[in-house]
């Protein structure tokens, strides 16, 4: 490991937390690399962002940055400006352009054939600013073939039982403008997602002209195949590291 080596800040999506990260993280360790699961709020897309880039401030030297699912988007909106931030790595991710939402991407053609919509159960919640909003879960018994098909379904079911909501509105929220215009980005893509369909995931990433590295895996990729993302998130970090000064 060389003193400037990049941090690794994996940031989880809905329906999931940073423990979803734990073999890569392991990997990534054995490796000799510095790896943080951040917690996303999974609140509002601009605020999630804003809560990152604050995290990102506190670390110092490089980072590759690495979101899965929602965590993309994340991502996407977190690293503008920030010069510590030499690559992004989407796992299964969202990478919205600027003004695009998530739930426009969701209602596009592009996204037929997800078995997420129908999973989906809504819980009405009071904001803390005393409005109303609503709460996104997963149907626990469709979470195993919506989400993580390729996952034990002893462990999936874990993941069903602890799952974190996902707000309503972090999915209506426009995106800002996109990092991956400026920022190398590297995207593994679930060809077993029922999710993200495989052909909505090769349309964002291919828009962002992300190299693309293929996996036969479910949403849950970074836990049936941990050393596929990790393999991945090197491969981003050899090559921002040959193109630094």
């Known amino acids: 490991m060389t ?15 940073a423990t979803g990260f734990g073999g890569v993280i392991r990997g990534l360790r054995d490796r ?5 699961g951040a917690a996303n709020p999974l609140r509002h897309l ?14 110092p030297g490089p980072v590759v940055l690495v979101g899965h699912s ?23 991710g969202w990478m919205p352009d600027e003004g695009e939402s998530i739930q426009q991407l969701i209602e596009s053609e592009i996204f037929q054939g997800s078995l997420i919509p129908p999973a989906i159960r809504p819980v009405p ?17 469709a979470f195993h073939a919506a989400f993580a098909h ?3 379904p002893e462990t999936a079911g874990v993941m069903a039982a602890t799952q974190r909501p996902w707000s309503g509105a972090a999915a209506a929220t426009p995106s800002g403008p996109p990092a991956w215009r400026s920022i190398p980005s590297w995207y593994l893509l679930g060809t077993e997602d029922r ?24 949403h849950a990729s970074m ?22 000064p």
Do not use: C
Not at 32 to 36: K, N, R, S, T
Not at 72 to 91: D, F, K, M, R, W
């Open 3 to 17: 003193p400037d080596a990049p941090t690794i800040v994996l940031v989880h999506g809905a329906w999931a937390d």
């Open 195 to 218: 999710a993200i369909p495989p052909a909505a995931q090769r349309f964002m990433a291919e828009r962002a002209k992300a190299r693309i590295e293929e996996v036969a895996a479910s």
């Open 46 to 59: 601009t605020d999630d962002a804003a809560y990152l880039a604050d995290l990102l401030r506190s670390i």
């Open 125 to 141: 919640i009071r904001n803390p600013d005393g409005s109303d909003g609503v709460d996104l879960y997963l149907d626990r018994e």
């Open 150 to 152: 390729d996952v034990g």
């Open 70 to 92: 929602y965590g993309g988007a994340v991502i996407t909106n977190a690293a503008p400006g920030n010069e510590q931030v030499t690559a992004l790595v989407y796992l299964n």
């Open 223 to 244: 836990v049936s195949q941990p050393e596929g993302a990790t393999r991945l998130i090197l491969s981003a970090v050899e090559a921002t590291s040959r193109s630094r």
């Open 32 to 36: 000799g690399f510095v790896a943080i």
